[in-house]
């Protein structure tokens, strides 16, 4: 059964008025407990303006994630969808298939949540969504025998991400190594900026034999607020969101439906033929490439000019001393110089 969060949150979704009163005869409950619900959502992100002798409404209506669309959606995959589940919460969706048994070889297993109360991103840092206005999902599948490049996987969904993005109208999307969707623009001054969209997360659980167990993690910023671009900015970070780049957020299921359709198809293809068939595509979505950047991490620091990556994604790196040298993801940080 759904709590009664979800149903004032999915019932507000439109953007209709509703008095608490209504509200409350339409769900069975007091309108105390309607209220303690809307300040809860309100908690989690969700922008609800209250006017009077009317009622409660979104700022902005959203479109809850819905399991029926997301499986048309994937219809032409349905062979190699393991299982689909959509909860209302969870506290890391990669968590939770890390600690499920992982699916056949070949096949998929996709969780998505409204709300994920301590997702996680590389190097464990949090991840902050909005309830309603963001993508938190996870897939999971099993490699037998395990890919060579497979610390590339990361560039990979990066990648088919990206071009799904842009198939449902995005524009000005690039990637920063080694997971960061990225909207490039110019700033009021004429300097190129990255905000961040976005980030993919894989992880594998270690077995000691058999397939590998690999989990794909990917949150997306779907729409930002005003105050939510200002936390982020005093953390030393410039975000940015989807609908920056022309997506409409009113579309979020068919959005998740393209972007799991594409991750899915290019996990397959790597598996299959490694990283190479992706290295001309993530030269030309690369959006460090000939950038000053400072690499910190592994207790060391390293300043160059990023140069591409090589054969098994790495980062290409060329030092003041005209070197050369190689950076695997690992747990590194890779800023713009004099950026944050």
């Given at each position: 059964m759904s709590t009664l969060l979800e149903q004032v949150y999915r019932t507000l979704a439109t953007g209709q008025t509703l008095s608490g009163e209504a509200l409350a005869q339409g769900l069975g409950v007091t309108r105390s407990a309607v209220w303690k619900a809307i300040e809860t959502l309100r908690g989690l992100g969700l922008s609800i303006e209250a006017q009077t002798q009317r009622g409660y409404r979104?700022?902005?209506?959203?479109?809850?994630?819905?399991?029926?669309?997301?499986?048309?959606?994937?219809q032409a995959l349905s062979d190699r969808l393991h299982s689909l589940e959509v909860r209302w919460s969870a506290p890391s969706t990669n968590?939770?298939?890390?600690?499920?048994?992982?699916?056949?070889?070949?096949?998929?297993?996709?969780?998505?949540?409204e709300h994920q109360s301590a997702g996680r991103g590389r190097r464990g840092r949090a991840w902050r969504s909005?309830?309603?206005?963001?993508?938190?999902?996870?897939?999971?599948?099993?490699?037998?025998?395990?890919p060579r490049d497979l610390p590339a996987l990361t560039l990979v969904i990066g990648l088919s991400v990206r071009a799904a993005l842009q198939r449902c109208g995005a524009s000005g999307v690039g990637l920063k190594w080694p997971n960061d969707l990225v909207l490039m623009q110019l700033d009021a001054t004429g300097q190129r900026t990255?905000?961040?969209?976005?980030?993919?997360?894989?992880?594998?659980?270690?077995?000691?034999?058999?397939?590998?167990?690999?989990?794909?993690?990917?949150?997306?910023?779907?729409?930002?607020?005003?105050?939510?671009?200002?936390?982020?900015?005093?953390?030393?970070?410039?975000?940015?969101?989807?609908?920056?780049?022309?997506?409409?957020?009113?579309?979020?299921?068919?959005?998740?439906?393209?972007?799991?359709?594409?991750?899915?198809?290019?996990?397959?293809?790597?598996?299959?033929?490694?990283?190479?068939?992706?290295?001309?595509?993530?030269?030309?979505?690369?959006?460090?490439?000939?950038?000053?950047?400072?690499?910190?991490?592994?207790g060391a620091e390293r300043v160059g000019v990023a140069a591409g990556i090589d054969a098994h994604g790495a980062l290409q790196l060329l030092t003041a001393e005209g070197a050369q040298i190689g950076i695997a993801a690992g747990e590194v940080s890779v800023r713009r110089s004099g950026s944050s």
């Open positions: 979104l700022a902005s209506p959203v479109q809850p994630l819905d399991v029926a669309m997301l499986r048309t959606a994937l968590a939770e298939l890390l600690a499920a048994p992982a699916p056949p070889v070949g096949q998929f297993d996709v969780l998505l949540v909005a309830l309603g206005d963001s993508v938190c999902l996870s897939v999971a599948t099993s490699f037998d025998p395990t990255l905000a961040k969209l976005g980030g993919v997360l894989v992880e594998l659980r270690a077995e000691a034999a058999g397939p590998a167990h690999v989990v794909i993690g990917l949150g997306l910023n779907l729409r930002l607020d005003a105050h939510a671009r200002s936390e982020i900015a005093a953390t030393g970070n410039i975000a940015a969101a989807l609908a920056d780049c022309g997506i409409d957020p009113q579309q979020r299921n068919a959005l998740i439906g393209c972007v799991l359709e594409s991750m899915i198809q290019s996990v397959g293809q790597f598996a299959a033929q490694g990283f190479e068939p992706f290295r001309a595509a993530w030269a030309e979505a690369d959006a460090l490439r000939g950038e000053s950047v400072r690499i910190s991490g592994a």
